[in-house]
C-alpha cells in the first residue's frame, strides 16, 4: 500500500529509534530530564521565540495558548475551516470559554481588514471583546497552503495595533517555512504564542511545542498539568524531536517536490488537480461526486487517500516514508483507479 492519507502515518526510522533508545532522562515535571530540556532550548530558538514548552500533542499546545491568551467571554477570530474550529471539540468554549469566531477564508488565509472589521467595543457591557487571532500556517484543510510573508505580517502588526493577542498553530510550519523560503523563526517570532508539531512532516511517533515569551511560557507550563500533559520520563520522546530538528527539517522539500511530481503526473493523465494549489506536501484531487466509490477503487489500486472537507475532494500526502518510486506507481494508480470508477458510473 501507498499511503498518502496524511503526513502523521510516518514509522519512527531506525537512526530515530537509536536516538530514542539512547536518549538520556530524568523526571521532566522536576525539569530533570536533559533530553527534554535541550529540545525545549533548542525549540524555542528554532521557533524565534524566548522558550518552549514540550507537550505530548499540538491540540493541547493550541489549547494551551488559547487558554493563556484569553480570558472566560473573550472573542477568538480564527478561519473557519482551520483545525482549531473544526477539529479541536470546541476546546475553545470548553476550555478557555471563548467565543470563536469563524472568519470567511480564501486558501486558509483571511485579511487584515477581516480582523479589524470583528473588533468589538470593549467597553460595551453586551459584546464579547475580541483578544485573539488565530492563524494556520501551513493551513490543513485548505491543502497545505501556506501564508506569504506579507499576509503574516499584515495580521500581525493589525494585532499589535489593536491590542490582540496573536497564536500561530504551526503544526506544519517547517512546511510553510520551506515554502515560502524563510526559516521557521522568522514566522514565529511575531506571534505570542507558536504551536509545533513533531509527528507530522518531522516524522516522530508524538510530540509538539508551544512556545511564547518566558512569561506566557510559565503560565503554559501549568497550563501542561492542568491539561494532564505533564510527563516523566519524557526525553524517550524527545530525543525523536531532536533527531528530527537535526535530520528531519532540510528533506520536507522533498516531500514538497515529490506532491507536485505527483500533482503534474495527475494533470497530465486528465485528473482533477488544481497545480496552483500544490505549495507544500499536500495534493487536493477532485474525484466528483461519488468520493466514496473513488476512494475505494484508489485502494483497491494500492494507493491510499483521505477525504477534506470539501464534499468531491480526497487528498493524497506525501511524506518521508513516500518515495520517488511510490510517487510514479501513485501517479499512474490514482488515474486508473479513477477512470474505473468513472466506467462503473456509467454502467
Ligand atoms: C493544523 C493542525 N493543527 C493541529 C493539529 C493537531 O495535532 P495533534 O493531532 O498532534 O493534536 C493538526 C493535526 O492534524 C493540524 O493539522
Redesign the pocket.
Same mark, same amino acid.
Given at each position: 500500500m501507498i499511503d498518502l492519507r496524511?503526513d502523521?502515518l510516518t514509522q519512527p526510522s531506525a537512526a530515530m529509534r537509536e536516538a530514542i533508545a539512547n536518549a538520556a532522562v530524568g523526571d521532566e515535571q522536576k525539569r530533570e530530564d536533559p533530553t527534554v530540556n535541550e529540545l525545549e532550548r533548542r525549540g524555542a530558538e528554532f521557533l524565534g521565540q524566548e522558550e518552549s514548552v514540550f507537550l505530548? &500533542?499540538?491540540?493541547?499546545?493550541?489549547q494551551i495558548a488559547l487558554q493563556i491568551l484569553g480570558r472566560p467571554g473573550d472573542a477568538l477570530l480564527v478561519e473557519r475551516h482551520?483545525?482549531?474550529m473544526l477539529?479541536?471539540l470546541g476546546g475553545p468554549a470548553a476550555h478557555s470559554g471563548l467565543l470563536t469566531i469563524g472568519l470567511p477564508g480564501t486558501d486558509g488565509r483571511f485579511s487584515a481588514e477581516q480582523v479589524v472589521a470583528e473588533i468589538r467595543d470593549r467597553t460595551s457591557v453586551h459584546v464579547a471583546p475580541t483578544r485573539i487571532v488565530t492563524i494556520?500556517d501551513?493551513?490543513?484543510s485548505a491543502g497545505g497552503r501556506a501564508w506569504p510573508l506579507d499576509e503574516v505580517d499584515a495580521i500581525l502588526a493589525t494585532c499589535r495595533d489593536h491590542d490582540l493577542a496573536a497564536h500561530l498553530?504551526g503544526?506544519?510550519l517547517v512546511n510553510a517555512a520551506v515554502a515560502v523560503g524563510v526559516e521557521p523563526a522568522r514566522i514565529g517570532r511575531g506571534f505570542d504564542t507558536v &504551536?509545533l508539531?513533531f509527528?507530522?512532516g518531522l516524522g516522530c511517533p508524538?510530540g509538539?511545542l508551544i512556545a511564547g515569551s518566558a512569561e506566557l511560557m510559565s503560565r503554559a507550563r501549568r497550563g501542561k498539568h492542568f491539561f494532564g500533559g505533564a510527563m516523566r520520563q519524557a526525553g524517550i520522546v524527545a530525543a525523536a524531536a531532536l533527531y528530527a530538528l537535526d535530520h528531519n527539517v532540510d528533506r520536507i522539500a522533498d516531500d514538497h517536490a515529490r506532491a507536485r511530481r505527483l500533482a503534474e503526473a495527475l494533470v497530465d493523465a486528465g485528473v482533477q488537480v488544481d497545480l496552483e494549489q500544490v505549495e507544500t506536501n499536500f495534493v487536493q484531487i477532485d474525484v466528483g461526486s461519488d468520493r466514496a466509490g473513488a476512494i475505494e477503487r484508489m485502494k483497491e489500486h494500492d494507493v491510499l487517500v483521505s477525504t477534506t472537507v470539501h464534499p468531491t475532494v480526497v487528498r493524497a500526502v506525501t511524506h518521508l516514508d513516500i518515495t520517488d518510486d511510490d510517487i510514479e506507481t501513485a501517479g499512474e494508480a490514482i488515474p486508473a483507479a479513477l477512470t474505473r470508477t468513472a466506467a462503473l458510473r456509467a454502467r
Amino acid at each position: 500500500m501507498i499511503d498518502l492519507r496524511s503526513d502523521t502515518l510516518t514509522q519512527p526510522s531506525a537512526a530515530m529509534r537509536e536516538a530514542i533508545a539512547n536518549a538520556a532522562v530524568g523526571d521532566e515535571q522536576k525539569r530533570e530530564d536533559p533530553t527534554v530540556n535541550e529540545l525545549e532550548r533548542r525549540g524555542a530558538e528554532f521557533l524565534g521565540q524566548e522558550e518552549s514548552v514540550f507537550l505530548p &500533542t499540538a491540540t493541547m499546545a493550541n489549547q494551551i495558548a488559547l487558554q493563556i491568551l484569553g480570558r472566560p467571554g473573550d472573542a477568538l477570530l480564527v478561519e473557519r475551516h482551520a483545525h482549531i474550529m473544526l477539529s479541536e471539540l470546541g476546546g475553545p468554549a470548553a476550555h478557555s470559554g471563548l467565543l470563536t469566531i469563524g472568519l470567511p477564508g480564501t486558501d486558509g488565509r483571511f485579511s487584515a481588514e477581516q480582523v479589524v472589521a470583528e473588533i468589538r467595543d470593549r467597553t460595551s457591557v453586551h459584546v464579547a471583546p475580541t483578544r485573539i487571532v488565530t492563524i494556520e500556517d501551513t493551513h490543513n484543510s485548505a491543502g497545505g497552503r501556506a501564508w506569504p510573508l506579507d499576509e503574516v505580517d499584515a495580521i500581525l502588526a493589525t494585532c499589535r495595533d489593536h491590542d490582540l493577542a496573536a497564536h500561530l498553530d504551526g503544526a506544519r510550519l517547517v512546511n510553510a517555512a520551506v515554502a515560502v523560503g524563510v526559516e521557521p523563526a522568522r514566522i514565529g517570532r511575531g506571534f505570542d504564542t507558536v &504551536t509545533l508539531c513533531f509527528s507530522k512532516g518531522l516524522g516522530c511517533p508524538l510530540g509538539a511545542l508551544i512556545a511564547g515569551s518566558a512569561e506566557l511560557m510559565s503560565r503554559a507550563r501549568r497550563g501542561k498539568h492542568f491539561f494532564g500533559g505533564a510527563m516523566r520520563q519524557a526525553g524517550i520522546v524527545a530525543a525523536a524531536a531532536l533527531y528530527a530538528l537535526d535530520h528531519n527539517v532540510d528533506r520536507i522539500a522533498d516531500d514538497h517536490a515529490r506532491a507536485r511530481r505527483l500533482a503534474e503526473a495527475l494533470v497530465d493523465a486528465g485528473v482533477q488537480v488544481d497545480l496552483e494549489q500544490v505549495e507544500t506536501n499536500f495534493v487536493q484531487i477532485d474525484v466528483g461526486s461519488d468520493r466514496a466509490g473513488a476512494i475505494e477503487r484508489m485502494k483497491e489500486h494500492d494507493v491510499l487517500v483521505s477525504t477534506t472537507v470539501h464534499p468531491t475532494v480526497v487528498r493524497a500526502v506525501t511524506h518521508l516514508d513516500i518515495t520517488d518510486d511510490d510517487i510514479e506507481t501513485a501517479g499512474e494508480a490514482i488515474p486508473a483507479a479513477l477512470t474505473r470508477t468513472a466506467a462503473l458510473r456509467a454502467r
